[in-house]
Structures are given as structure tokens and as C-alpha cells.
């Protein structure tokens, strides 16, 4: 089972120890996010290519029948991507000891963490993470005491990539809902006013090998608390949606692609027509660890979030959702069991 750290915080369990799933990993049968059919097909979600000319048209309408795409030709260079699977590599291959110099505590953003997901849920999930926002140059010290200052850099140029593409990707995104770049400038400030810097958040998951995959679950059923979420992933099985008619869908995602998928203050921003869709990881038999790199894309939490309701004809399309402020949907979010969504509906 889970630790406790001296100040009182479960703590992740050293997965790569373990010869037999411990009951505090174990994931019944009826627990909700196995309440739905898993189809046997994998599905294949829209490709978009971000060099065609029609892309405004096909990422807008993925938005709004799947709430998720892949993108290809997005512009992050392939060495770049490798360099940094390799930092996230080595960083979870170091012992748990060493890790644990750099446990996620309360009034901290960055380091070791479990799934913030775990809060919600009585089981834990097979799953290790690690959050980088803006420099990781203090852990990474705790790290590699000798050795930290390349893989910074890797991870901040990938941070700083990834941040060029989704700002190209929301003014995309905006324009098919209609608004402005001056309107978005107006509703979206990405520059931190306490640091004068942009909100950058990365999570590197991990997924060690699991001698019972089938008792597990690698990240339970949620929806990401973003405008949007960018997912490299170093597998092509494991993760799903949920449709609503045939259960949960494991997707065939491309390795050449990024998975974009929805998140809440999109969905509430767009009043409904781009949705957040529920997705999980599964744990598939494999003898190695797998990974991902996740940038989430979402405003400071000093931001107002609220339905654009631009009139389409004479009649004024009615709001959903109430707005609310970035911090307060966070809270919301947790005492809804992250349904936030729900939380707002009108």
C-alpha cells in the first residue's frame, strides 16, 4: 500500500518492487469507471494535419464531435521529443529514495507526486508522476546533483515548444467559436501576474510494469481541468474514452501525433459545443515502464472563465454554464467529485 510520509502524505508505493498487486491497488469490478462496456476495436480519433489548409475547419469540427484529435506536422522536432523522453526516462528509473527528495508537499507545485486524481478515489492507481511548471531547476538539482543543468534545459525548450503550439492552437480554436485574438487577449492572459512569466504546466506519467494488470488502473476516468491538454505518449495502448452509447473506446493513437484533447474551461468557454471528454489508462502486460509527457493548457487562476455566447442570427444563444473564477472551478471541481462540469450547469 501507500506510504506515509512524516507530515502525514500518502506517498507512492516503489511499483518496481512489487511481486504481487497489494489490495490498496486493486480496483473492483464495480467501481465506476468499469461500470461501462470496454469495446474490443480500437478507434481511431480524427488526424489533422497542421500544415493543411483547411485545418481551422478540421480541428473545429473534431472539437465538436469528439472533444479530442491528433495532430501531426505540429512543429515540436523529433530530437527534441526524444531527448526529452530520455530525461523523463532516467528520472523515473532513479530510486525511490532519490525521487522522494522531491515529493510534491502542501504549498508546493513541482516534484514527485501521485495522481491528483487519488483524492477522489479509495483505491490507488498504478501510476507515479512528477509536475514541472516553469523551471524544474530545484528538483532537478535533488535530482542529479552534478549533472542537472542539460536536463533542464531539454525540459524547458520542450516546455517553451509546446507553449508556442498551443498558443497557435487556441487563437485556431477561438476563431472557428467565433472570437476575436482581441477578445481572446481580453478573456486570456497566459502571463502570470506574480511572476510576470507564462503559467506553463508539464506532468510526466510513468506506468510501471504490473504483474496483474487487469486488478489495476493506470489513471482512473476524469476529465482534464484545461482549456486543452497536449499528450505525448511513449505507447500506443492504454488509453481511453468514454462514449456515452458503446462504453469505454481504447484508441489506435499514431506515434508521429500529439493527442489534443478538450478540457472543462473550454468546454464551458464555448458553452457546449466543444466537450470535455471522460478518458482513462488502462495497464496493458508489458515488461517494460511506459510513459507520457502532458502539457496542460489553462489560464492563471486570477482569470474569470465564462460562456461566449456570440449571437449566431437574431436570437442570442443562452449560456449553459455560469462562469466562474479559474481558482474557485478548481475547488468546485473537488467537492463535486471532479465533476465540475455538472457543478455549473444552469
Request: charged share 25%.
Amino acid at each position: 500500500m501507500a506510504e506515509l510520509h512524516p507530515i502525514g502524505l500518502l506517498t507512492p508505493l516503489d511499483l518496481s518492487t512489487v511481486e504481487a498487486v497489494p489490495d490498496s491497488h486493486v480496483w473492483p469490478h464495480s467501481d465506476e469507471s468499469s461500470q461501462k462496456i470496454e469495446s474490443a476495436k480500437l478507434v481511431s480519433i480524427p488526424v489533422v494535419d497542421f500544415n493543411d489548409d483547411n485545418v481551422l475547419e478540421l480541428i473545429g469540427k473534431a472539437c465538436e464531435e469528439w472533444g479530442m484529435f491528433q495532430l501531426i506536422n505540429h512543429g515540436i522536432p523529433k530530437t527534441l521529443t526524444v531527448e526529452t523522453e530520455e530525461v523523463v526516462r532516467c528520472l523515473f528509473a532513479l530510486p525511490q529514495s532519490q525521487k522522494m527528495k522531491t515529493l510534491n508537499v502542501p504549498g508546493t507545485v513541482n516534484g514527485y507526486c501521485m495522481a491528483r486524481l487519488t483524492k477522489h478515489h479509495d483505491k490507488m492507481m498504478w501510476h507515479e508522476g512528477f509536475n514541472v511548471i516553469g523551471s524544474p531547476v530545484d528538483d532537478f538539482k535533488k535530482l542529479w546533483p552534478t549533472d542537472y543543468q542539460r536536463f533542464c534545459d531539454i525540459m524547458e525548450e520542450y516546455q517553451l515548444k509546446m507553449k508556442d503550439l498551443a498558443d497557435k492552437l487556441i487563437s485556431l480554436m477561438f476563431k472557428f467559436l467565433g472570437i476575436s485574438d482581441e477578445e481572446m487577449v481580453k478573456k486570456l492572459s497566459y502571463i502570470d501576474p506574480a511572476t510576470e512569466k507564462p503559467h506553463l504546466a508539464l506532468r510526466l506519467n510513468s506506468y510501471p510494469p504490473c504483474p496483474e494488470p487487469s486488478k489495476v488502473i493506470g489513471l482512473a476516468a476524469h476529465t482534464d481541468t484545461s482549456l486543452f491538454t497536449m499528450l505525448h505518449q511513449t505507447r500506443r495502448e492504454g488509453l481511453q474514452i468514454l462514449n456515452e452509447k458503446e462504453g469505454w473506446l481504447p484508441l489506435a493513437p499514431r506515434s508521429d501525433a500529439l493527442i489534443i484533447n478538450i478540457g472543462d474551461f473550454l468546454q464551458i468557454i464555448s458553452n457546449g459545443r466543444f466537450s470535455s471528454i471522460p478518458h482513462r489508462v488502462m495497464i496493458r502486460e508489458t515488461e517494460k515502464s511506459t510513459m507520457s509527457i502532458a502539457y496542460f493548457f489553462h489560464p492563471p487562476r486570477h482569470l474569470y472563465v465564462a460562456p461566449y455566447c456570440k449571437p449566431l442570427s437574431e436570437t442570442l444563444p443562452t449560456p449553459i454554464y455560469k462562469g466562474v473564477n479559474v481558482k474557485e472551478y478548481f475547488l468546485i471541481k473537488a467537492q463535486n467529485n471532479a465533476n465540475g462540469i455538472a457543478a455549473l450547469k444552469i
